[in-house]
C-alpha cells in the first residue's frame, strides 16, 4: 500500500523561533485554506503516482497535524486512508468515509497498540528488530469507536507534543534552562 507524507513537510509561514515541520496544520498561524491544503496533497499525490504509476491509498499529515479542510481534502481525493498519531489509545475508525488508522513511532510505547507503524529514514534496525519480536504482522483490519473524549484528548496530546518541541527550540537558542 503506497502512502503520502504531505508535500514539502515544511510550513507555508516562516518559523524562525519554532520547529517548521508541519504542512497542514500551524499551531502558531492561521489555519490554510481547504483551496491550498488541497493543492499542496493534490501535487504531492501526483508525484507519487508519477513515480510509482499507482496513486497512494494512505494520507498522514506532517507532524500529524491537521484540521477539518485536511479530511475533506483527503475525501476529495479519494484516499482510502487516513494515519493519526496515536497518544490516547485510539482504535481504528471511521471519519468522513476514510479509515482512520492509529499510528505511532517504531520503538515508541504507543507502537504496540498502534495498527500502523512508521520509522524515519535509517532505523532500518529498529525496523528489523520489530519484525523479529512480531511487532509487524498481517492483521484483519476491524474498524472500531473511540469516544469523543478520547480523539479530542489524542489531539490534545499532539498538539502539546508539538508545542513542546517548539519550546525546546526556544529554550536552545536563548540559553534558558
Known sequence: MLGQ??????????????????????LHNPSLLFEEQLLLMKNGKGLLKMSFGKEPEVYCPINHLYDENTIKVAQVLKYKYFMDLNLQDIKPHENNGLIILPEA??????????????SHYGDSEKI????????????????????EHVLIVNEIKKKIRKLEKDLR???EKYKIE
Open 5 to 26: 507524507r504531505g508535500n514539502f513537510g515544511i510550513c507555508k509561514y516562516p518559523h524562525s523561533e519554532t520547529e517548521p515541520w508541519h504542512e497542514n496544520l500551524c
Open 105 to 118: 513511532k517504531i520503538g515508541e510505547k504507543e507502537a504496540e497498540k498502534s495498527i500502523a507503524i512508521y
Open 128 to 147: 528489523k528488530e520489530a519484525l523479529k519480536n512480531g511487532l509487524i504482522l498481517p492483521y484483519k483490519l476491524e474498524i472500531g469507536r473511540n469516544s
Open 169 to 171: 527550540k526556544l529554550k
